[in-house]
């Protein structure tokens, strides 16, 4: 088992920034590719960003490229989404996941894929 917690979320205005963290304790951090996922009220849950176990492949969804940046620090046990140029439509609980894999350089887009989830954080943009 593993246990995902993630914090950092906020109401800010557009354009600001903020920063997602999601600490894993139980199993070793890095056998997991990661991955944020958030859901706005009436919608489904989307794939966001999602991280290798090695950290060297990382991809976005089109909404985030060019805003949004994932990492990781696996001798924190610890992965980011730094984001900026937040927009109202932003607004979402945001989710981190972990994949239990053993592709060093794999990671999915694919909700169904990932085996923990934490608990949530709330990201709100006001305009």
């Known amino acids: 088992q593993v246990q995902l917690v993630e914090s950092g979320g906020g109401l800010v205005q557009a354009g600001d920034s903020l920063r997602l963290s999601c600490t894993a304790s139980?199993?070793?951090?890095?056998?997991?590719?990661m991955g944020w996922f958030r859901q706005a009220p009436g919608k489904e849950r989307e794939f966001v960003a999602a991280?290798?176990?090695?950290?060297?492949?990382?991809g976005y969804a089109d909404s985030a490229k060019g805003r949004f940046t994932i990492s990781r620090d696996n001798s924190k046990n610890t992965v980011y989404l730094q984001m900026n140029s937040l927009k109202p439509e932003d607004t979402a609980v945001y989710y981190c996941?972990?994949?239990?894999?053993?592709?060093?350089?794999?990671?999915?887009?694919?909700?169904?894929?990932?085996?923990?989830w934490g608990q949530g954080t709330q990201v709100t943009v006001s305009s």
């Open positions: 996941a972990a994949d239990v894999t053993y592709g060093a350089d794999y990671y999915s887009r694919r909700t169904r894929e990932y085996d923990y």
């Open positions: 139980g199993r070793t951090f890095g056998g997991y590719a």
């Open positions: 991280i290798s176990r090695s950290g060297g492949s990382t």
